[in-house]
């Protein structure tokens, strides 16, 4: 009988296996960038709630009792502003703010803060984020 030689499998299985682990580390990078850009996310969003609550406290303790009409007391929204600053520095991380407003209903807050990519590759090392709040305000017997 004629033996006929057939290439060898020998190999294949090993560039199979290295090929599959590489697909596997990427999709498991891109799954760590997004789990951290979410942590740091909520964690903004956690603090910006927090800051606008102690502004909106400082806000009905300090003029709204006495007068029912904020949007025209300049002294209540300095206050409001500084309760929510102090709120956001006792962060770990440091955070902007980069809009407040009061009106006679509402109180607005939207704050930053730059991440960086936990593998810091290439221009997109760090990003910025973005956290909303409001509260509404309304007059306390």
Known sequence: MLMVSRPSDEGSILLWVVGCAAVGLLVA??????????????????????????AANELQLATFKVTGVISDIDVGRTSALAAATRSLQGESFTVKIEEFSVTDRLVTLRTSRTIDSPFGWGATASTRIYADSSVSVIRMP
């Open 29 to 54: 990078v891109a799954t760590t960038q997004i789990v951290v850009s979410m942590h740091q996310h909520r964690t903004l969003q956690f603090a910006t709630d927090a800051a606008i609550l102690a």
